[in-house]
Nanobody, 115 residues
Framework: QVQLVESGGGLVQTGGSLRLSCRTSGINFSIARMSWYRQAPGNQRDLVAAINRDGSTTYADSVKGRFTISRDNARSMVFLQMNSVKLEDTAGYYC?????????WGRGTQVTVSS
């Protein structure tokens, strides 16, 4: 059974930092492409960052230079380091992977940025 469990969300002031974690099970993590998405109320769910098995990464333009995605294959975990956060970063953040042609999602962790 595939499970993705996010943690690390919370309340942070503008300009601050937060580190999100996603613990996975049920997949061969070392070969999986892992992604972080976010969704604010009334908005669609958008890709924030992704990391491939070889460590190559992709970022949304809105977070380039501020967010960093990384992975720990030994612990089957993926992380999102969020620096210099802005009010517009407020959203639910979701861990995602596609395994055996099925999209799997975590339940999400809320990030709220205050001024």
């Amino acid at each position: 059974q595939v499970q993705l469990v996010e943690s690390g969300g919370g309340l942070v002031q503008t300009g601050g930092s937060l580190r999100l974690s996603c613990r996975t099970s049920g997949i061969n993590f070392s070969i999986a492409r892992m992604s972080w998405y976010r969704q604010a109320p009334g908005n669609q769910r958008d890709l924030v960052a992704a990391i491939n098995r070889d460590g190559s990464t992709t970022y949304a333009d809105s977070v380039k230079g501020r967010f960093t995605i990384s992975r720990d294959n030994a612990r089957s975990m993926v992380f999102l380091q969020m620096n210099s956060v802005k009010l517009e970063d407020t959203a639910g953040y979701y861990c995602q992977t596609t395994w055996k042609s099925v999209d799997w999602w975590g339940r999400g962790t809320q990030v709220t940025v205050s001024s």
